[in-house]
């Protein structure tokens, strides 16, 4: 397992709201925070404060929905950058209700010339497959997104 160190910590807890965790030695200064996405930025408007032990959290809200299909960070006053995980919004009935499939075709199903590879990830902003021939050699291909956070692939090759 690996731990990514990071500054402050900002998750996705609804498909509007954002909660950051910023350490007290942290917590000083001008509290202003937005989302990047790309080129675009999004500021958050502070909705809650709360003290905590070891941290400050909180509560921020985006003038709009924000969706999980690309990665995005949360910036502070200061520049300082975080990437925005996912939280409490995959316990969500929007959640359930954007992402939830009904499909039985996931997993590996042979199709004429190849395979095709279907995987639900809707929490990833990109998906890549790797795969390892017999003999060792290696190939990953890049998936691509779907409806409903589902990722395809298909070989039209003969793999093993």
Avoid at 39 to 59: F, G, S, Y
Wanted: glycine share 8%; proline share 2%; charged share 35%.
């Amino acid at each position: 397992m690996f731990n990514i160190r990071r500054q402050y910590e900002a998750f996705m807890d609804t498909f509007k709201t954002i909660t950051l965790i910023i350490p007290h030695d942290q917590a000083g200064g001008e509290r202003e925070f937005s989302v990047v996405r790309g080129d675009t930025t999004i500021p958050l408007e502070i909705e809650e404060e709360i003290q905590l032990e070891r941290a400050m959290k909180i509560v921020t809200s985006l003038p709009g929905e924000l969706d999980l299909e690309k990665a995005c960070e949360v910036v502070d006053a200061n520049g300082i950058r975080t990437d925005l995980q996912v939280g409490a919004v995959i316990r969500t009935a929007a959640f359930d209700e954007r992402y939830y499939y009904e499909g039985e075709d996931l997993g590996v199903r042979k199709v004429e010339g190849g395979f095709r590879f279907k995987l639900w990830a809707p929490t990833s902003s990109a998906v890549k497959l790797k795969l390892i021939s017999k003999n060792g050699e290696e190939a990953e291909h890049d998936m691509t997104r779907e409806d409903k956070g589902v990722w395809t692939l298909e070989i039209q090759e003969d793999v093993e």
